[in-house]
Each structure stands twice: as structure tokens, then as C-alpha cells.
């Protein structure tokens, strides 16, 4: 679906690597393999940072560009590097008055209180 032009795909195909492009290394390769990524078609993963506010609407509904916004406009921005993705997370504040932070801190921690400290959160996704 493509929000800025009320398109739908009608079908989706996976792709093959059939020309033998090289294969794009990342800084993340190394994670690939436990998760089982599939190097025939250059499966990757990359990070996507967020605030603590966003976590569990991402939990529930997945990554979606018309939820978010960013430099370049609406999209996912994902990287291969922790230190470009930081710039796009805000720690977690145990003393939030945010409902989805409150509700995100009841869903991990239950009856725990907060560990405290600097919490940031990410995600891993395979593309």
C-alpha cells in the first residue's frame, strides 16, 4: 500500500538473484545466520531505533511509513549501524507520563519495578 498515492499491490513475487550481483555485506552479517536470513536473495538485518512511546503500536501493527516521518518524509528508516539509528531514540524515562510508556512498562515489567538506568529500544528486522 502506498499511502501518498492510494495504491494497493495486487501481487507479490519473490525475487531471485539470477545474474550473480555480488552480494551487499553489512556490519550485521554475522546476526544473519542464527535468524536463518536467506543469501539467495541478499536477505539482510538492519535496525530501525524508536522511541519508548512507539514500541508496542510497532508490537502490535508492524513497521508502517504512514505512521512515521522522518528527514526525507514518510518511510522506514532502518541501518546497519547502532550509531546512526540513535539519533531517533529517546530513553526510556521510568517516571513517564505517557499512557503507552505506562502500559509498555506494565507489559515488560509487570509487577518489577523499572530497572532504571538508560534504556534505548530497537528492532531488528530481516529485509
Known amino acids: 500500500y502506498d499511502a501518498n498515492k492510494n495504491m494497493t499491490a ?3 513475487r519473490r525475487v531471485q538473484n539470477s545474474k550473480n550481483v ?3 555485506e553489512t556490519k550485521l552479517d554475522t546476526l544473519c545466520q542464527p535468524v536463518e536470513c536467506d543469501a ?3 536477505e539482510k538485518l538492519l535496525l530501525h531505533g524508536t522511541k519508548p512511546e512507539n514500541v508496542l503500536s510497532i508490537l502490535w ?3 508502517s511509513e504512514r505512521l512515521s516521518g522522518g528527514l526525507f518524509g514518510c518511510g522506514i528508516y532502518m541501518a546497519e549501524d547502532p550509531s546512526k539509528i540513535d539519533q531517533y531514540c529517546t530513553c526510556d524515562n521510568a517516571s513517564s507520563s505517557d499512557e503507552n510508556v505506562k502500559d509498555l512498562h506494565r507489559r515488560i515489567y509487570q509487577n ?3 530497572l532504571g538506568g538508560k534504556i534505548y529500544y530497537c528492532f531488528a528486522v530481516r529485509v
Request: aromatic share 0%.
Open 10 to 12: 495486487s501481487a507479490i
Open 22 to 24: 555480488p552480494a551487499v
Open 40 to 42: 539467495s536473495v541478499n
Open 61 to 63: 501493527n508492524g513497521l
Open 112 to 114: 518489577n519495578p523499572h
